[in-house]
């Protein structure tokens, strides 16, 4: 079995300790292996990967394979950065008793995943502190719309109203404060719900997948090449990265290798990405403590990143440039010189920015110790991405696990330990350096050649992980072929599902009115959340 | 203060003089597609290739019938690349207040091999109805629409305030929503605002398939708004359901559920193209033909 050297003493430990108990260890890619095991072994290989290997558990979902194994499959993917390798145990639930044991009380992390496996595939949930429904709201009839026997177009009677009972809080003065799902700003749509005493937040409940849009069963309807134009709509500020995600997984599966130049067009595609979000949020943040001059200059330079998107890829999102194993638009002399323009002016520009914005004292008094998230907490609940890393995750993909063309490159990752406003930002302007800096690096190396591959027919009921480090966060695509270059089951885990929670944490102890602003600190993604 | 002075000084006007001048878009965006119908060969590779099946077509056993919906169109650019009767123009304004003046489409009598022969019907922008109606009906129906349209532009020809609703999008038309508040659309100069609450707003501005966990909140978002009261449908999503179409969680295009007065395409629709909506609506500008030229 051909796997990483650095991955090699980890599965030597593994299957030495867990011995016969792993009906198999399967390794498609150096860097990616799949254990097979049964469920009463699932606390046990969690605990010793974290405990032993310092290993985070990226992602979890079902699969139902009932028509091809009769089973339903759960899926625990772990990270182990150090190594630079994924570890997935694979684990079957059978349609007889459809249930599984919760890790949440262990693992917070997992709380908002286990609980969408439950609704989408009905696989009921053992031991679970809060197993209420997340992904399909409480008016919903009893459907699992994930499992393979129903159909997408199945028409639901129609909507009958809330019938959501939210926790409450109780005491003298205790009152509630709903908002959403329709907010004040223009912004996704979700619901809020804060217990307060006097001004300080004592308690705040989240309810999102007011956006679920069943993308995740799409994906088994539609033929691949068109999946990655559904992938571009997952998170439309993500677009890019998700539709690369997309693309690295499906390569990965077809064992394809992108092309030198495509490779270096995606990377400076990610980074034109991040670099009109971090500058747009940067001008948010400083809109939400009355900051607007600084805010009106982000957008004027948003839109400048905007429209050298347009020129490079004909869409201002980047959208139609991602495809299956390349990218589909090579850039000409003047449009590589429009790049460089851009670059050598949004350096002064964006540095005095910062110098407007640092020199506000009001606006900085209103970031310092806003919305901490303590690099503990974080911690617990696996916060990824800009949150992550301005409460002490050293962690980035474009580093620990490159991909596109990262490797060719170093990639500073900013760190703080204070995990507030003020640091979320900073991490903001630190990452639109890297990016500007990136971006040159990447432009003085692109080669010449060709800028995609054929991918052929996919293999048939093959599995497959693609990652990319957008820039909420590290955002992963996994998925299974089913025969006909079609698929049967695509997970998408965008980085905000395992953020949300956080925000919760965040906001205790601190008042109503700098919500905004803590929201807005981590940014993140209803629609990705929801799909 | 005075650094934040000496920088807007420094920085000047950058707001673009819109719609004035024509939209700022790159020659290299890709914006509504260009059927050159007259010397178009074949519809399928365009309709298989098509991720949200916006170029379609019905065949009989000797004519075939193809159409383009715009409401449809991801101005992904797919198509062109498969079918050199096809372009993609740069031209972003193309809303429309009615879901037909979208679709355009032309048939032509069929070889066996399945590709066109020559043009039976050239390229027409379908009208609703229009053949159930008697002569007379139709032109009542076309008074009372001339009415309510200068009634319109009365009420909102002058400044607007606007709800935006995003029932279920993917976020991209968002991103573009609110680069219309920046210096360089600034779409105040219009006397438009973005305003919090429903009871302040004359229009609502709803993007995304309507998902089956919103329609509630989109309903009672309109019904709390006072008459009248305009709702324009924005981006792929918004005007047709897009790729998500209709599915056991979303309903589909924003007219399954509420009225729709203009509709927006793109995806997401440009700046430009969110402006020229806004004020057709508005009555400031007119609709631009979107019958197909030939090229």
């Known amino acids: 079995m051909n796997v990483l050297s650095s991955l090699q003493p980890i599965l030597n430990e593994v299957k030495q300790r867990f011995g016969e108990r792993l009906n198999a260890v399967v390794s498609p890619r150096a860097n990616e292996v799949y254990v097979h095991a049964k469920m009463d072994l699932v606390a046990g290989f969690c605990a010793h990967l974290y405990r032993k290997w310092k290993a985070r558990l990226v992602s979890l979902f079902a699969d139902d394979a009932r028509p091809s194994d009769g089973v339903f499959h759960l899926y625990y993917v772990f990270a182990l950065d150090a190594a630079h390798s994924f570890i997935t145990l694979r684990v079957p639930v059978s349609p007889e008793q459809p249930e599984f044991t919760s890790l949440t009380n262990a693992l917070p992390s997992v709380n908002w995943q286990e609980r969408e496996i439950q609704d989408l595939f009905g696989l009921k949930l053992i031991g679970h502190p809060n197993p209420r429904r997340c992904a399909l709201h409480d008016d919903w009839p009893e459907v699992y719309p994930l499992r393979k026997n129903f159909e997408l177009r199945t028409k639901l009677p129609p909507f009958e109203g809330e019938r959501h009972h939210f926790r409450t809080v109780e005491g003298e003065g205790v009152f509630q404060v709903p908002v959403g799902p329709v907010h004040a700003g223009i912004i996704e749509p979700g619901h809020f719900r804060f217990s307060v005493a006097g001004e300080p937040v004592l308690y705040l409940q989240i309810r999102l997948f007011y956006t679920h849009k069943a993308t995740e069963k799409l994906f088994e309807n539609l033929p691949v090449q068109h999946c990655v134009r559904l992938a571009e709509s997952i998170s439309g500020d ?100 429009t790049l460089a323009q851009l670059v050598a002016e949004l350096k002064p520009e964006f540095e005095s920015l910062v110098k407007l914005i640092e020199g506000s004292s009001s606006t900085l008094d209103r970031l310092e110790h806003a919305g901490v998230l303590k690099p503990e907490v974080a911690r617990d609940l696996g916060v990824v991405g800009i949150a992550g890393r301005a409460s002490g995750f050293d962690h980035d993909l474009r580093r620990d696990f490159p991909h596109a063309a990262y490797d060719q490159v170093k990639v500073h990752v900013p760190v703080y330990q204070v995990g507030d406003v003020e640091h979320r930002m900073q991490v903001r302007i630190d990452e639109v350096r890297e990016s500007l800096s990136l971006i040159e690096q990447f432009t003085a190396r692109l080669p010449n050649g060709p800028l995609s591959v054929e991918l052929g027919e996919l293999p048939a009921d093959s599995v497959a992980l693609g990652y990319v480090e957008g820039w909420r966060g590290e955002i992963f695509h996994w998925i299974r072929t089913a025969p006909g270059n079609r698929l049967a089951r695509c997970k998408v885990k965008d980085p905000s599902l395992q953020n949300w929670p956080a925000m919760s944490e965040a906001i205790l102890g601190n008042i109503i009115p700098d919500f905004p602003v803590v929201n807005k600190s981590f940014n993140l993604s209803y629609s990705g959340t929801d799909r | 203060m005075f650094e934040i002075l000496r920088k807007s000084l420094g920085t000047g006007v950058v707001t673009t003089s819109y719609p004035a001048t024509p939209p700022e878009v790159s020659i290299r965006a890709r914006g509504r597609p260009e059927i050159d ?115 319109a532009d009365k009420i909102f020809g002058r400044s607007l305030h606007i709800r935006e609703v995003d029932a279920g999008s993917c976020n991209g038309c968002e991103v573009e929503i609110v680069g219309l508040n920046s210096p360089v659309y600034d779409i105040e100069r219009f006397g438009i605002h973005f305003v919090a609450s429903p009871r302040h707003a004359d229009m609502l501005l709803v993007t995304g398939p309507v998902t089956r966990n919103l329609e509630l909140a989109l309903r009672k978002t309109h019904n709390a708004m006072p008459d009248p009261r305009l709702v324009v449908a924005v981006g792929a999503c918004g005007c047709s359901g897009g790729i998500f179409g209709q599915n056991y969680a979303t309903v589909g295009a924003v007219d399954a559920v509420l009225p729709v007065d203009v509709y927006i395409p793109g995806c997401p629709p440009n700046p430009h193209a969110l402006l020229h909506g806004i004020l057709l609506a508005m009555g400031r500008v007119s609709q631009p033909s979107t019958s197909g030229q030939v090229t």
């Not at chain 2, 290739?49 to 077509?57: E, V």
């Not at chain 2, 019938?65 to 991801?74: E, F, G, K, Q």
Request: hydrophobic share 40%; aromatic share 6%; glycine share 6%.
């Open chain 2, 37 to 151: 119908w007259a010397n178009w060969k074949d519809a399928r590779p365009a309709a298989t290739i098509c991720p949200t099946g916006a170029i379609d077509f019905k065949d009989t056993a000797v004519a075939r019938t193809a159409s383009l919906d715009l409401a449809r169109c991801i101005f992904c650019g797919l198509c062109a690349d498969v079918d050199k009767a096809i372009r993609m123009t740069n031209v972003c304004e193309c809303a429309a207040r009615s879901r037909n003046d979208l679709m355009t489409s032309a048939s032509y009598s069929l070889r066996p091999d399945g590709t066109h022969d020559r043009l039976v019907s050239p390229p027409t922008t379908e009208k609703t109805q229009h053949g159930q109606l008697s002569a007379s009906q139709r032109e009542s129906l076309e008074v009372i629409g001339e009415q309510i349209k200068l009634r």
């Open chain 1, 238 to 337: 993500s677009g890019f990265a998700h539709a690369t995600a997309f693309c690295h997984a499906v390569e990965r599966l077809a064992g394809v290798e992108v092309p030198p130049r495509a490779r270096v067009l995606r990377s400076i595609c990610l980074e034109l990405e991040r670099l009109y979000n971090h500058i747009a949020d940067i001008g948010a943040i400083c809109t939400d403590v009355a900051f607007v001059t600084a805010h009106m200059h982000a957008m004027r330079l948003k839109e400048r990143v905007l429209r050298v998107n347009e020129t490079l890829t004909g869409n201002r999102l980047l959208r139609g440039m991602a495809c299956l194993g390349g990218v589909r638009f090579d850039w000409d002399h003047d449009q590589l010189k």
